[in-house]
């Protein structure tokens, strides 16, 4: 497993993710169909460095498959912290150790090479996966923001998990 910036080749697969509406009711976000050209403009955008994102690709050692996307993201290099998103793009990917394993590479970068102090990851109240694979990287539940994600056609609290570096 490692990690790598995003590259114009990785756009077939980020706009079958983007569109893709199962792997959207385990994410925070609104699912809604995007256009080639509108992925095509997204994924140009996240080429372009970024002081306050990181967007790296999840890629498999053994055939340099990408397979999924970690984020930090809502970086504040005043106050040290940062915001952690991820995703599997495929089904056959999930449930493996992978998100955990990107999880960790990004937890060191941030806090070993960026400094960071703290880290947080806002998770859908129902996506055990995400809670225990946040876990399992030593993340602990530190709040709750009730009803603040519309999903399924209702509105669904969200759990924010923090990590802090002494922690890690």
């Not at 498959?65 to 984020?71: A, D, K, M, R």
């Not at 090479?113 to 996506?127: A, T």
């Not at 056609?153 to 969200?158: C, P, S, T």
Request: net charge negative.
């Amino acid at each position: 497993m490692y990690l790598h910036a995003p590259e114009a080749e990785d756009l077939e697969r980020t706009w079958k993710w983007h569109n893709d509406p199962e792997l959207y009711k385990t994410l925070l976000g609104t699912f809604h169909y995007v256009s080639r050209a509108t992925e095509e403009d997204w994924l140009g955008k996240k080429l372009i460095y970024s002081p306050q994102e990181l967007n790296l690709a999840i890629c498999l050692r053994s055939d340099s498959q990408h397979i999924g996307n970690v984020y930090l993201r809502s970086i504040d290099w005043f106050a040290r912290h940062g915001e952690v998103e991820l995703f599997l793009g495929e089904v056959v990917h999930r449930s493996k150790g992978y998100g955990q394993a990107a999880m960790r590479l990004l937890v060191k970068y941030a806090f070993h090479d960026l400094g960071l102090v703290r880290l947080y990851s806002p998770i859908l109240e129902d996506n055990e996966p995400s809670i225990r694979m946040f876990e399992k990287c030593g993340f602990v539940l530190e709040g709750k923001l009730r009803k603040h994600a519309f999903k399924d056609g209702r509105l669904k609290d969200v759990l924010v998990m923090g990590l802090v570096a002494e922690n890690a």
